[in-house]
């Protein structure tokens, strides 16, 4: 019997996401969010980042 080592699926990263979070939100709030995600042909959380990143150069927070 051989043992073979499963690689890694995915591209190496130096900020990898390996925290997580859950909180609930309306189903509009959901949608929203998927509306913003297809408009930059991207997922949801990738759409969340870049909304929060938004966010935060509205407020001038680092």
């Known amino acids: 019997m051989f043992i073979i080592d ?3 699926i995915g591209r190496p990263t130096n900020n990898p996401r ?6 609930r939100m309306s189903k509009k709030e959901i949608e929203d969010i998927q509306k ?3 408009a930059m ?3 949801r959380v ?8 938004l966010l ?6 680092k």
């Open 6 to 8: 499963r690689k890694k």
């Open 18 to 23: 390996s925290e997580k979070i859950g909180f």
């Open 36 to 38: 913003c995600a297809d």
């Open 41 to 43: 042909n991207t997922k």
């Open 46 to 53: 990738n759409a969340v980042i870049e909304g929060i990143s």
């Open 56 to 61: 935060k150069e509205k407020l001038k927070i």
